[in-house]
């Protein structure tokens, strides 16, 4: 079903919902990531956060790659109710270097948090973490 959105230029609003709704389904990884994946465009911003959020801790820590899809949609998606989960996300450093795009969705967001969090990143364990909050502090500016 999600194949069929993925890699589209055309908009797909209507669909959001049963996408959704269809994370929480016992789908094959293949298929999941699929879901997640579709998941990752505008419309689903506000819609799906948490949801993919709360699938992201049910991924298996060890499977970077997947777990990695769902911080790729977070950063299209992300919004500023999301500041505290993607906090505990980014610094549990058991959730590995899958937390490097969830990084990127939280430097999108206003919070002195946000700077906060990435000044710890840039000592992570996680080169690839690391790497990325010192990215995002570049692109952010100076704090007053």
């Not at 505990?88 to 969090?117: H, P, Q």
């Amino acid at each position: 079903m999600s194949g069929i959105f993925v890699n589209t230029s055309a908009s797909y609003p209507e669909a959001i919902p049963g996408l959704v709704k269809h994370l929480s389904k016992p789908y094959h990884r293949r298929n999941k990531e699929g879901i997640v994946r579709a998941l990752a465009v505008k419309e689903a911003k506000g819609i799906a956060n948490k949801e993919i959020m709360a699938a992201y801790h049910k991924a298996p820590k060890e499977d970077h790659h997947f777990r990695w899809a769902f911080g790729n949609t977070m950063r299209v998606i992300v919004t500023e109710d999301d500041l505290n989960e993607l906090i505990e996300i980014v610094l549990d450093e058991t959730n590995g270097d899958s937390r490097d795009m969830f990084v990127r969705a939280l430097a999108k967001l206003k919070s002195s948090k946000v700077r906060e969090t990435l000044d710890r990143l840039v000592n992570d364990k996680s080169e690839i973490v690391a790497d990325e909050a010192r990215k995002a502090l570049k692109r952010k500016k100076p704090a007053n």
